[in-house]
T-cell receptor, first 115, second 117 residues
Framework: GAGVSQSPSNKVTEKGKDVELRCDPISGHTALYWYRQSLGQGLEFLIYFQGNSAPDKSGLPSDRFSAERTGGSVSTLTIQRTQQEDSAVYLC?????????????FGPGTRLTVT | AQTVTQSQPEMSVQEAETVTLSCTYDTSESDYYLFWYKQPPSRQMILVIRQEAYKQQNATENRFSVNFQKAAKSFSLKISDSQLGDAAMYFCAYRSAYGGATNKLIFGTGTLLAVQP
């Protein structure tokens, strides 16, 4: 079946603008993760959704970052008032369930460039 | 907190030869999972191999195998008969076996593998 998809593939925005990044997980996967990959910080966890439970937002770097997951499927990561340090590749992953050793399947990522 | 360390930023191997990528980790947990992911230039993270900490037997997937040393907290990846398509960034990752907020992957900084023809 289809894998995890993300849009847009690339996004260039001006400092101070808001951006929305979208993730479509694999159908039936209850767990969804956002990670950020940047030169300075490597790969870091941002937020985790599991079913209808409250999301784990412990990795969000500031209150300018937020995410939601509608209907247990599509997720949107929103960055308000973007800063140059937000430039990174944002990766989304989904897995059948969040617990156990279930594989996380990654999307191709969105490369965000803040000018 | 758990940490993952990859001490080799770059490695190179001749086609058809064998290469070993190193990974060490730190944790106080007794039950966890370890992974090696491959990231080619396309950015798509692909799972290469997975090891459950409670299993003593080292995982193997075709040309890829691991050397898991739990006491030493070491998890190296061996690629045999290297192919040009193996060229990529390789990330070692840790994941707790306990549920809830600890389901995230904790990644090392990666090793860029070049395969020479």
């Amino acid at each position: 079946g289809a894998g995890v998809s993300q849009s847009p593939s690339n996004k260039v925005t001006e400092k101070g603008k808001d951006v929305e990044l979208r993730c479509d997980p694999i159908s039936g996967h209850t767990a969804l993760y956002w990670y950020r990959q940047s030169l300075g910080q490597g790969l870091e966890f941002l937020i985790y959704f599991q079913g209808n439970s409250a999301p784990d937002k412990s990795g969000l770097p500031s209150d300018r970052f937020s995410a939601e997951r509608t209907g247990g499927s599509v997720s949107t990561l929103t960055i308000q008032r973007t800063q140059q340090e937000d430039s990174a590749v944002y990766l989304c992953a989904s897995s059948l369930v969040g617990s156990g050793g279930y594989e996380q399947y990654f999307g191709p990522g969105t490369r965000l460039t803040v000018t | 907190a758990q940490t993952v360390t990859q001490s080799q930023p770059e490695m190179s191997v001749q086609e058809a030869e064998t290469v070993t990528l190193s990974c060490t980790y730190d944790t106080s947990e007794s039950d966890y999972y370890l992974f090696w992911y491959k990231q080619p230039p396309s950015r798509q993270m692909i799972l290469v191999i997975r090891q459950e900490a409670y299993k003593q037997q080292n995982a193997t997937e075709n040309r890829f195998s691991v050397n898991f040393q739990k006491a030493a907290k070491s998890f190296s990846l061996k690629i045999s008969d290297s192919q040009l398509g193996d060229a990529a960034m390789y990330f070692c990752a840790y994941r707790s076996a306990y549920g809830g907020a600890t389901n995230k992957l904790i990644f090392g900084t990666g090793t860029l593998l070049a395969v020479q023809p």
